[in-house]
């Protein structure tokens, strides 16, 4: 199972309520596009993502590339309870993509792993754990002025 944090969305907003609707940047939308030859050489036929916008714009470029449609789950919202969590997570299959929040790796993970905004763990079951077994970086943001830039130079 892939683990991924979502794309750049910038600062944070004022308020939790308010930043619920915050999108990707144009840092994040890159990285999302790069997500898809990321990760083509993986078996993913399952997508599953937190409500929030800057998960759910993560993962479409990746679901429209291989003709999934993005589940979408509460249970993956940054203040979610670990049972809910789990519950979720044991019921995917091992070829699903999850994308949520920080917070949600601390909450499943702890506090020593880290994962950028863009990457992604490979999890691993043991039992009714999750095991962070491989760190994916997220790829590198590639934008329309990166690209204009290296076919010129």
């Known amino acids: 199972m892939l683990l991924l944090r979502h ?20 840092t994040g939308r890159a990285v999302a596009r790069q997500l898809v030859w990321a990760f083509a050489g993986r078996e993913i036929t399952h997508i ?9 714009e993560s993962v479409v470029p990746l679901a429209e590339s291989r003709h999934l449609v993005v589940e979408v789950r509460w249970e993956l919202e940054p203040d979610v309870p670990l049972d809910d969590l789990l519950t979720l997570l044991a019921d995917l299959p091992d070829t699903s993509l999850v994308c949520t929040h920080r ?11 880290t994962c950028e905004k863009g990457g992604a763990w490979v999890l691993e079951r043991d039992g009714s754990d999750f ?18 830039t290296a076919r010129t130079a």
């Open 131 to 148: 095991v962070p077994a491989l760190y994916l970086a997220p790829p590198a943001a590639v934008g329309a002025a990166d690209r204009d």
């Open 7 to 26: 794309a750049s969305a910038g600062e944070r907003l004022s308020s939790p309520g308010i930043d619920r609707f915050r999108r990707l940047d144009a």
């Open 48 to 56: 599953v993502s937190s409500p929030l916008a800057r998960c759910l």
């Open 103 to 113: 917070e949600v790796f601390e909450t499943l993970l702890g506090w020593d792993v």
